[in-house]
């Protein structure tokens, strides 16, 4: 029986300001360092990994990988690299100041989903320092957005996890035999199951697999699926569900946005604030005036037939 090496993921002098945000299917990453002279350390861990340079670099990066692959030049802002589970990276890097994010993934997202069409295997798929826009404008936005609400979505960073998995076997991957390439609309039935789920738990957080499991399928079934459906993915379902609530409460209720924020599951006011503004066109505090402004006249009416 085969017995995969431990995780060790230590590079040394340690990074500074070192912030993590989990969820069922990754970990987000982001640290910085000082300027350092050598930098030196091994990874290797049991999921994929996609690491990024956000700022500043280095003069040298030298990188040697159990799975054959090897790098040295320069490491630059904006550079994106990827290992895949298992390999021993080990790196060292001379004259360093930089602030860097990574996503770790889990190997269940780039299991062949549902109908196990369009698969792809990232066997090799080894790189260090390229270009990619579309990669390093979502680890960009996922440190943004860190850095504003202190805390990131658990449903936004799955839904972007599943996409960054399904980016990189597609972009990346080698592809194997397609057996079938049918996605399947979600019966009435299992669309109510999971509208009912979603209302009943707002306010906690909520996840993908769960929705998934919930109706039998798997979670990349289900963002096609639902997509197919509604045209929508999961979080924009999920969103939607939230602000109509949130709606409801603002309509009725005289509690605070940060506290109606809390009560339907945002992780800050300001996400809330952003989310009702980009679904509804108009900021909570306006949505309420608004409604108060509606319901004054038929106050009125109703004080002068008594």
């Known amino acids: 029986m085969r017995t995969e090496p431990p995780y060790e993921r230590r590079v040394e002098p340690l990074a500074l ?19 350092t002279q050598c930098v030196e350390g091994t990874i290797r861990t049991p999921q994929h990994l996609v690491m990024v340079t956000l700022k500043g670099g280095a003069e040298r990066l030298e990188v040697s990988s159990s799975c054959g692959h090897r790098y040295a030049g320069v490491d630059r802002p904006g550079a994106v690299s990827f290992v895949p589970p298992h390999c021993e990276r080990q790196l060292k890097l001379t004259g360093v100041a930089s602030e860097w994010a990574s996503i770790s993934l889990s190997p269940a997202l780039f299991d062949a989903d549902g109908d196990r069409s369009s698969s792809n295997s990232l066997d090799g798929a080894t790189f260090t320092n390229i270009d990619d826009p579309f990669i390093l404008g979502m680890v960009s936005e996922m440190a943004r957005l860190a850095h504003v609400d202190q805390a990131l979505d658990p449903i ?3 839904t972007m996890s599943w996409a ?14 397609k057996i079938d390439a ?29 929705l998934a499991k919930l109706v039998g399928v798997s979670p990349g079934h289900l963002h096609r699926a639902l997509h197919a459906t509604l045209g929508k993915t999961p979080l924009e379902f999920i969103n939607e569900r939230r602000i109509e609530r949130a709606k409801h409460y ?4 005289d509690a605070t946005i940060a506290a109606i924020a809390l009560k339907v599951g945002f992780v800050s006011p300001s996400h809330f604030t952003r989310t009702f503004r980009q679904i509804t066109g108009v900021n909570p505090s306006s949505f309420r005036a608004g409604s108060a402004a509606a319901r004054l006249p038929l106050q009125r009416r109703a004080e002068a037939s008594e």
């Open 182 to 210: 049918r996605v399947w609309k979600l019966a009435p039935w299992r669309m109510r199951r999971i509208a009912d789920y979603v209302d009943a738990h707002l306010a906690e957080p909520l996840r993908i697999a769960d």
């Open 250 to 253: 603002l309509h009725r209720h």
């Open 156 to 158: 936004y960073c799955e």
């Open 17 to 35: 300001g070192w912030r993590s945000h989990a969820w069922s299917t990754g970990v987000f990453d982001t640290a910085y360092r000082r300027y």
């Open 164 to 177: 960054l998995a399904r980016y990189l076997t597609r972009r990346f991957g080698q592809p194997r035999d």
